[in-house]
């Protein structure tokens, strides 16, 4: 089997826009979008026709968009979709970061395409443009009972796993270059070997 190449041109954060929410689990993928902006020494402005906030660096010769919605988690499909649509940017060239109850703090995976696993912001992606995109999963861990979750994502976390939420992003960010030169299984091994 030919190894998996990808050819991400726009890097999406899901989280909920607001001071409220800017401490939750739930913004685990605004933190590492900002941290790769910040690494990029870049600026990310709002765009109304956008739903969100946008910004771009050049990488391996090619113009990489970053996106964070600005329209809350349950209707991340209809900025992302946006952004796709003006950019020409296929849904298999989309890498989406985002929190994962099912991974604990401090595990961040790589993934391509896939169902939401009750995910409010993948499901709207899906709805809007498909499964066909990458995700990097940020481990946030579970409240061990499901009828929790939604108030445990919409908490901050623990000191403890917010320093191994933070110690996975900064790992991510290392693997960034690898990802964005098209070696995903390079990238994927990269993070997942601690």
Not at 19 to 41: K, V
Not at 134 to 157: A, C, E, M, T
Request: net charge positive; aromatic share 6%.
């Amino acid at each position: 089997m030919a190894a998996q190449k990808a050819d991400i041109r726009l890097i999406v954060g899901l989280g909920n826009p607001g001071a409220n929410y800017h401490s939750t689990r739930h913004n685990a993928g605004f933190w590492l979008l900002d941290e790769i902006a910040r690494d990029q020494n870049l600026s990310l402005r709002n765009e109304t026709r956008f739903h969100g906030e946008v910004g771009k660096f050049s990488a391996q010769g090619k113009d990489i968009h970053l996106l964070k919605p600005a329209t809350f988690m349950n209707r991340s499909g209809q900025s992302v979709a946006a952004v796709a649509r003006y950019f020409k940017i296929e849904p298999e060239q989309i890498l989406v970061l985002h929190d994962e109850l099912d991974l604990q703090p401090g595990d961040n995976r790589l993934k391509k395409s896939g169902g939401h696993g009750g995910h409010n912001g993948l499901r709207d992606i899906i709805n809007h443009i498909g499964k066909e995109f990458f995700r990097l999963r940020i481990g946030i861990g579970h409240p061990g009972d499901r009828n929790q979750v939604v108030n445990y994502v919409l908490k901050s976390p623990s000191k403890i796993d917010l320093e191994q939420i933070l110690d996975a992003n900064q790992r991510s960010i290392n693997v960034i270059p690898t990802l964005l030169s098209g070696e995903f299984e390079k990238a994927m091994q990269q993070l997942h070997t601690k």
